[in-house]
């Protein structure tokens, strides 16, 4: 048996004389390769080949619409004006952070600082206590697989008291402990018994449970309202005494972040759950906020940012898509106040998304697109992840680091990152949470 190196499309046996003409008349559409082997004795082809497919690029007709849509707003890869990141690897002063032992003596705390002053926010120091109730428990929901439990964080300030729901399952039968994704629910709150019904796409706890995982789910407005004007009844108020916040204290998605900390602080408690595997997960503004989280609280070891888009995964200098000028104005209270003085002045941002993302290296990220998201700018958050790489690498672990895109529905992991863009528009379904998964099943099990 010779293995003669070829290019070619099934895996189906052929007579080698058809091999040549077989060659010429394929049209792989992009780059193929594969091998060929050569039967001696049946003097056949055994055609085992991968076509790689092409690299995912915008749909014409809906870059089209959508520039009708919204003139205002790019959506033209052609228009997309040149740009250039700051190196993550490069200090304020110029110095150049080549070991990991710098980058976590000093550059990391510099680029937080630059992310708390001038786009997230400052969290408050606050001496607050914690603890948590258990409203009700099912300690048999689907057929035993698992105990789910209604629960209630209590934050406590001297006599005042900051209360927030989240709904926990941990599976009944695992062998040790299992890992945990805690799921930052931006649309609504799902209460136990509505989980244990109706397995929500947006957050399908049963799924999760079948595949060996923990979870736990909140919902963003039961932290801090998301609404403009929902400052007063939120837990920044609560800190601050009700007094207006400073230009650069956290704002809401820091918020939500924190809720999603103490959410975990719960989790460290539960004997059936290993802490040190926790993901946080969460779509569009909560997909910014996951990002967010896992940078200020290094014991998430995994982050899942699905169609996070501008302030999340996507780059903001790439002008396409959702913009900064846009994003402060209709969501003012996402962002501490010194972001907006970059609306139209990305280029002199000290930071840029790919650097949320090295904030969270060596631990794993993966950032999900959709091909008909567009606003989200499926490329800028790609080439985000892409970007953050070099501090993936210098701490030690492999990343993506492929300057194409991958095709459309084909995930792509390396070392403690992955990516995907699937068909359809924003939005977190079956299809992402299956692909984190099997991600999450490689990095955390
Ligand atoms: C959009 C907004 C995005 C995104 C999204 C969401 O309207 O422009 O930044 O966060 O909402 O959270 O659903």
């Known amino acids: 048996m010779k293995i003669i190196p070829t290019v070619t499309a099934n895996g189906s046996w052929i007579p080698t004389a058809m091999l040549a003409c077989l060659l010429q008349t394929i049209a792989c559409g992009g780059p193929c390769y594969g091998q060929t082997e050569v039967s001696d004795a049946a003097e056949s082809v055994r055609l085992s080949v991968e076509v790689v497919p092409k690299p995912w690029e915008a749909q014409v007709d809906l870059v089209k619409k959508n520039s009708q849509r919204r003139p205002q707003?790019?959506?033209?890869?052609?228009?997309?004006?040149?740009?250039?990141?700051?190196?993550?690897?490069?200090?304020?002063?110029?110095?150049?952070?080549?070991?990991?032992?710098?980058?976590?003596?000093?550059?990391?705390?510099?680029?937080?600082?630059?992310?708390?002053?001038?786009?997230?926010?400052?969290?408050?120091?606050?001496?607050?206590?914690?603890?948590?109730?258990?409203?009700?428990?099912?300690?048999?929901?689907?057929?035993?697989l698992a105990t789910g439990r209604s629960m209630v964080a209590v934050v406590s300030l001297g006599d005042q008291q900051y209360k927030f729901p989240f709904v926990l399952f941990v599976p009944n039968e695992a062998k040790g402990q299992v890992p945990a994704i805690i799921h930052i629910n931006n649309r609504y709150f799902i209460p136990l018994e509505k989980a244990v019904a109706e397995n929500d796409p947006f957050w399908p706890a049963k799924t999760l449970v079948q595949r060996g995982y923990a979870t736990a789910s909140f919902h963003t407005s039961d932290v801090d309202p998301d609404k403009k004007d929902g400052y007063a009844k939120?837990?920044?108020?609560?800190?601050?005494?009700?007094?207006?916040?400073?230009?650069?204290?956290?704002?809401?998605?820091?918020?939500?972040?924190?809720?999603?900390?103490?959410?975990?602080?719960?989790?460290?408690?539960?004997?059936?759950?290993?802490?040190?595997?926790?993901?946080?997960?969460?779509?569009?503004?909560?997909?910014?906020?996951?990002?967010w989280a896992a940078c200020e609280d290094p014991r998430f070891a995994v982050a899942y940012s699905n169609n996070s888009g501008c302030g999340g995964a996507a780059l903001s200098r790439r002008a396409y898509g959702e913009t900064v000028d846009r994003i402060t104005s209709s969501f003012p209270h996402w962002f501490c106040e010194p972001f907006s003085k970059y609306a139209s002045r990305e280029a002199e941002l000290p930071v840029d998304q790919h650097e949320v993302i090295a904030l969270i290296a060596p631990r794993a990220v993966y950032v999900a697109s959709a091909d008909e998201d567009l606003w989200a700018d499926p490329k800028g958050e790609y080439a985000s992840l892409v970007s953050a790489a070099p501090v993936f690498q210098l701490l030690g672990t492999q990343a993506i680091t492929q300057a194409t895109m991958p095709a459309l529905n084909k995930p792509r992991v390396l070392g403690n990152t992955g990516y995907h863009i699937r068909s359809g528009g924003h939005g977190l379904g079956e299809v992402d949470w299956n692909w984190f998964l099997d991600f999450t099943d490689q990095v955390v099990k």
């Open 234 to 291: 939120g837990v920044r108020a609560f800190f601050a005494g009700g007094e207006t916040p400073a230009p650069t204290a956290w704002r809401s998605l820091s918020a939500w972040g924190w809720g999603a900390s103490r959410v975990l602080d719960h989790l460290e408690t539960v004997a059936a759950i290993d802490a040190q595997k926790v993901s946080v997960v969460g779509h569009s503004r909560g997909g910014k906020t996951s990002l």
């Open 73 to 144: 707003f790019n959506y033209e890869e052609s228009k997309v004006p040149s740009y250039k990141l700051p190196d993550p690897l490069l200090s304020i002063d110029g110095t150049k952070i080549a070991t990991a032992d710098d980058w976590r003596r000093s550059r990391r705390e510099e680029l937080m600082a630059m992310f708390r002053n001038e786009v997230y926010g400052k969290r408050p120091h606050a001496e607050y206590s914690l603890n948590f109730e258990q409203v009700a428990e099912r300690k048999d929901v689907w057929d035993g």
